[in-house]
């Protein structure tokens, strides 16, 4: 079973920077995708980045250019980099991953506790 566990979130006014980790742990095989999902009051979750085990990126329109999503296998971490950030980008932030065990037969999502993100003047 994969455990995910994020950091780095926490209070910065308009135009600042954030980076969150997440750190993958425990027992897991093949991590086929890996990525970061918001979720404000009020909104349903959304996806943010997302990263494929070839390396193949995606973004939602409203954070290219400003966002960035990155790995590092050999410590089984996963970043997003959050630049020139604005009060609407105020979530919880979680990390995802979709875990494939016997050539692809099994697939299972996990997801991360999340860690506030809260961007105000």
């Known amino acids: 079973q994969v455990q995910l566990v994020e950091s780095g979130g926490g209070l910065v006014q308009p135009g600042g920077s954030l980076r969150l980790s997440c750190t993958a742990s425990g027992s897991f095989s093949y991590i086929a995708y890996t990525g970061w999902y918001r979720q404000a009051p009020g909104k349903e979750r959304e996806l943010v980045a997302g990263?494929?085990?070839?390396?193949?990126?995606k973004y939602a329109d409203y954070v290219k250019g400003r966002f960035t999503i990155s790995r590092d296998n050999a410590k089984n971490m996963v970043y997003l980099q959050m630049n020139s950030l604005n009060t609407e980008d105020t979530a919880v932030y979680l990390c995802?991953?979709?875990?494939?065990?016997?050539?692809?037969?099994?697939?299972?999502?996990?997801w991360g506790q999340g860690t506030q993100v809260t961007v105000s003047s």
């Open positions: 995802y991953v979709i875990e494939e065990k016997v050539g692809g037969i099994y697939k299972y999502e996990h």
């Open positions: 990263i494929a085990q070839s390396g193949s990126t």
